[in-house]
């Protein structure tokens, strides 16, 4: 062992009548692994709240949708298959997009009404997943003995109705048709063959499905449909594969992907981590502060010390390394207890989840946890950082001091 080093962990225990030099030795240890901690766990939170958000985006949303310019697709077979011959597109399937209002016997309620294929919706969202009761092909207006057509809803649209599995609903488009008072909306009774829980509020109150064709006879569309739902290979390199099919396909075509539907959520959600980080890396210079402190009154309680150590022939250089490694010795230990303290923080928020969070303001229901290795090295250098930079200036004052002075009235 270096005597730098072994000087450094004798000066952590202080003697009998310098147990205050030592309390604060611990509580900036506390500091550390407190302003550590909370960094942990506050960006496991938020990295876990984005996950989840997108999860349950991406499990209702397609990654990536083709429309055509002012007008519904109708040779949308054709472009079915040549989207599909696109490398990296896993599967593909026709929708339809509208809005329109749902009424029960006690309510209403506005909604996005999604027309989709029974057949081929199910590989590129996961609706399936979500359903708690009924499935795809529930959907198929042949398979209903009631005679109309079905309806699959989420459950807060179903208690906000009133209604339950089998019961009428009636869907009043805003699109006016021709009718026997004349022009008005057109209306249509669909029976509710499922219901889903996609975990996000805004989704199970204003979403309802219908199957392809009942959309199109609902909304006199003939065999035509707003666009194409892709699911590509790679979630991340959506955008190249988007240029590839946008190529394939030519003007009037063109594409969106999940990136620029949902741009301002997640920015501002990655912006909101980014200041988290910054806040709470304050909190851990506030700690090194403490660090400063504990050096510079150590460095006042052993001039006699550094002086021997110096008329014995140590350098400044020795004597500046003995206080850097002192500081850094409390840094270690209180950015290691603030990463265990975290990392068991987090995995407790994870297995019980016993903090829950009213849905219709954070659209999930309990609060999500993903710890990410980056972020505990991050967290870690930054922490230890802070610390080596607040033992530089204790430590240079005591390469400063003057022997001779200190000893004089010895």
Request: aromatic share 8%.
């Amino acid at each position: 062992m270096r005597y730098e080093l072994f000087i450094s962990l004798r000066y952590l225990k202080a003697k009998r009548k310098q147990v205050f030099i030592s309390v604060i030795t611990f509580l900036s240890m506390a500091g550390v692994g407190l302003g550590v901690m909370a960094l942990v766990v506050v960006l496991s939170v938020m990295r876990g709240f984005e996950d989840d958000l997108k999860g349950k985006i991406l499990g209702t949303n397609a990654h990536l949708v083709v429309l055509q310019h002012g007008a519904p697709i109708r040779d949308y077979r054709d472009i079915l298959q040549k989207v599909k011959g696109v490398e990296g597109v896993v599967a593909a399937t026709p929708f339809i997009f509208t809005q329109a209002m749902i009424t029960s016997e006690s309510n209403a309620h506005g909604i996005v009404l999604r027309g989709i294929d029974p057949l081929t919706a199910g590989g590129v969202i996961n609706i399936e997943t979500t359903l708690k009761k009924g499935t795809l092909a529930d959907l198929e207006e042949k398979g209903n003995s009631s005679g109309h057509p079905g309806v699959f809803i989420g459950k807060e649209l179903a208690q906000n109705l009133g209604v339950m599995l089998e019961d009428t609903v009636v869907v009043v488009s805003p699109l006016g048709a021709l009718a026997p008072m004349g022009l008005g909306p057109p209306m249509k009774k669909f029976q509710i063959k499922g219901i889903f829980d996609s975990g996000m509020y805004e989704y199970d109150t204003t979403l309802a499905y219908i199957s392809l064709k009942s959309a199109q006879k609902f909304l006199n569309m003939e065999d035509a449909v707003s666009g194409v739902e892709v699911k590509v290979r790679d979630l991340y390199g959506v955008k190249e594969i988007a240029r590839k099919v946008q190529k394939e396909l030519g003007f009037p075509f063109w594409t969106k992907d999940w990136m620029q539907m949902n741009r301002s959520l997640f920015a501002a959600l990655k912006l909101e981590r980014t200041v988290m980080f910054i806040i709470l890396v304050l909190i851990v210079l506030v700690a090194a502060f403490g660090i400063v402190s504990t050096l510079i009154m150590v460095v006042m309680e052993k001039n006699k010390d550094i002086a021997i150590l110096k008329s014995m022939g140590a350098t400044a250089r020795s004597i500046m390394r003995v206080f850097i490694l002192e500081g850094l010795i409390i840094g270690v230990v209180g950015t290691a207890l603030g990463l265990i303290g975290g990392y068991a923080i987090c995995r407790i928020l994870a297995t019980y989840q016993f903090i829950s969070l009213p849905r219709d303001i954070y659209y999930i229901s309990h609060l999500p946890v993903k710890m990410n290795g980056m972020d505990f090295f991050l967290i870690a250098v930054s922490a230890l950082g802070i610390s080596f930079l607040a033992t530089l200036y204790p430590s240079w004052q005591a390469s400063k001091l003057d022997p001779a002075e200190a000893l004089r009235y010895e």
